[in-house]
């Protein structure tokens, strides 16, 4: 795949998302269901690697190019993640008094809730992926608890389910 | 956030509290990872364009490098009978993480009974967009920032 095109399908997923894994839906649908360049089991996978070491949510964009075309394809997302920032430079002259503005609130905050449900909608054919028994459906449960209620960090969350999943499959 | 907020202004006093907050609230508004445009608002402020730059670089590259390590870690290893059986619990970790992230995204919104109502209905209804209707992530995300601007949040008047 041109690495260009890879750049800019990934940018139109960060740039249309205003959290690190809000832009997922958008992945998916332009590299699983538009162009078949990723499955789901690889989508999941890229998820599982942004989320399994330190760092920001959306590294998982970087695994998605890593996937598609091996470093090039990890360089081209890691540029496709951080140019989004840079936005909030011109946005601190332009928008330091208009972000209070209760409209422009307003339809921000209409899109992170529409976003959790964009969200919600890319995780169910994820989930039929995942939960193949009692195990993994107990792994579900209690990471969507804890990470809900608590403060414990996602890694350890990683590491706790990889060993469950290897005690499970030895048992 | 709490550990870069001591180094910059309390210890370092290179920016000052009312500088931070406001890169904080404009690096939420900005699309993309909150956390580099935090930094990267942050940055510009102390040293400008090449501030920003090396701010977002430095949170990025040692986490981008790793996130390819664990990745290749994964392709090397995916046909050993183990790493499959480790990485099937990791991917059920992710659909748990998937379904908190959906609920901490919502969940600020759910204070007042018609904040609840409102929630339910851009969250509902890009569900059902594009689970039932078709539509695109991006006509819905276009749809709900146009029905937003028009439908002001109760908290907000």
């Known amino acids: ?171 | 956030m709490a550990a870069l907020q001591r180094e910059l202004i309390e210890r370092k006093g290179w920016i000052r509290q009312d500088d931070f907050a406001l890169a904080y609230s404009l690096a939420r508004i900005t699309p993309g990872t909150n956390l580099l445009a935090f930094c990267a608002a942050t940055g510009a402020r102390i040293l400008g364009l090449w501030g920003a730059l090396v701010a977002v670089l430095a949170i990025s590259v040692p986490s981008t490098v790793l996130t390819v390590l664990i990745t290749a870690g994964y392709e090397t290893w995916r046909s050993n009978a183990s790493v499959t059986a480790a990485v099937g619990g990791t991917v059920a970790a992710v659909v748990g993480m998937m379904w908190a992230s959906v609920w901490l995204l919502v969940s600020p919104h759910l204070r007042r009974p018609m904040q609840v109502l409102r929630a339910l209905i851009f969250t509902g209804g890009a569900f059902l967009a594009v689970w039932k209707l078709g539509l695109t992530p991006v006509q819905v995300i276009a749809l709900a920032a146009l029905l937003g601007f028009l439908w002001k949040e109760p908290a907000a008047e």
């Open chain 1, 1 to 171: 795949m041109n690495l260009i095109v890879l750049y800019l399908l990934l940018l139109k997923a960060t740039l249309t998302s205003f959290s690190g894994m809000a832009s997922l839906p958008v992945v998916r649908n332009d590299f699983v269901v538009e162009r078949h360049l990723l499955t789901d089991r690889q989508l999941n996978t890229a998820v599982v690697a942004g989320r399994t070491g330190p760092g920001p949510n959306g590294l998982y964009v970087v695994s998605v190019g890593y996937f598609v075309d091996a470093l090039p394809g990890a360089f081209a997302a890691f540029l496709a993640l951080i140019t989004p920032a840079f936005l909030v430079i011109p946005m601190m002259r332009w928008l330091r008094e208009r972000a209070g503005t209760p409209r422009i609130r307003s339809a921000i905050q209409a899109v992170i809730l529409a976003s959790a449900g964009l969200l919600l909608a890319s995780s169910i054919p994820l989930a039929g992926d995942a939960i193949t028994g009692y195990v993994p459906l107990a792994i579900v449960a209690v990471t969507f608890v804890v990470l809900s209620f608590t403060r414990v960090d996602s890694a350890w969350l990683m590491l706790g389910a990889a060993v469950v999943g290897l005690v499970a499959a030895r048992a």
